[in-house]
Structure formats: C-alpha cells, structure tokens
C-alpha cells in the first residue's frame, strides 16, 4: 500500500480492492494511513500520529489464505498481530477457549455478511 498526493487529495494505491476499501473505510473513521517504508508504518489515529516498526509481514498465499502483519508500537513497545483474510480461515484461529470472543466475532459476522451480499 502506498499512496499519492492527486490535486490536494490522498489516493491510496492498493494491491487489491478489498486492501483499498478496508484503508478507505478506516480513513472515514479517522484512522489514516500516512507513510510507509520499508521498516515502519505510520498513521493518524484519532488526530494523534502513531508510528509503527514493521517487524514481519506474510504475504497472501492459497494455503494461509490470509495475510499478516507483525508491528511494534514506538509508543508503547507493544507488538501487535494483525491478520486479514477469509472470514472461516480467521475464525478458525481463534484461542480454543475463548467462547466469548468466538460469540462476539460470530456476531459481527451475521451482521456484516448480509451488508457484504447486498453489494
């Protein structure tokens, strides 16, 4: 993902659609996608900069069937795990024992899905 400054306004350049709509999505929130090397990413969260240390990424392949990012917060030192992909491959991967989040992440899913169908 990178993007471009086009007449005063940011364009995202994305890999695929669903990169581009998620990114745009989280811009309308507030959640802005501003710079990224090839070690660290930065965003403005909230109206607050946030800069991030790229640790690892593992790209899209058939057999994951997702995409995942490994980052260390320079605020914090926190290392954060973020994974996108089909909703049944995540889903899968969830901790054995947690139920409740099973049951709130199956929550989201019945209500987003129908959304996702009407496009």
């Known amino acids: 993902m990178h993007f471009i400054l086009f007449l005063g306004k940011l364009e995202y350049?994305?890999?695929s659609p669903?990169?581009?709509?998620?990114?745009?999505a989280a811009r309308n929130f507030e959640f802005v996608f501003k710079e990224r090397?090839?070690?660290?990413?930065t965003i403005t969260a909230l109206g607050a900069e946030e800069v991030y240390d790229l640790l690892c990424i593992l790209d899209f392949n058939n057999v994951r069937k997702r995409m995942s990012?490994?980052?260390?917060?320079?605020q914090d030192d926190r290392i954060y795990l973020l994974c996108k992909g089909a909703d049944s491959?995540?889903?899968e991967r969830l901790e054995v024992g947690s139920v409740d989040i099973k049951s709130r992440t199956q929550?989201?899913?019945?209500?987003?899905?129908?959304?996702?169908?009407?496009?």
């Open 37 to 41: 090397t090839p070690d660290s990413i």
């Open 18 to 24: 669903d990169e581009n709509a998620l990114v745009s």
């Open 89 to 91: 491959i995540v889903y």
């Open 107 to 119: 929550e989201h899913l019945n209500v987003s899905l129908p959304l996702t169908i009407k496009l």
């Open 69 to 74: 990012v490994v980052l260390q917060s320079r």
């Open 13 to 15: 350049q994305a890999q």
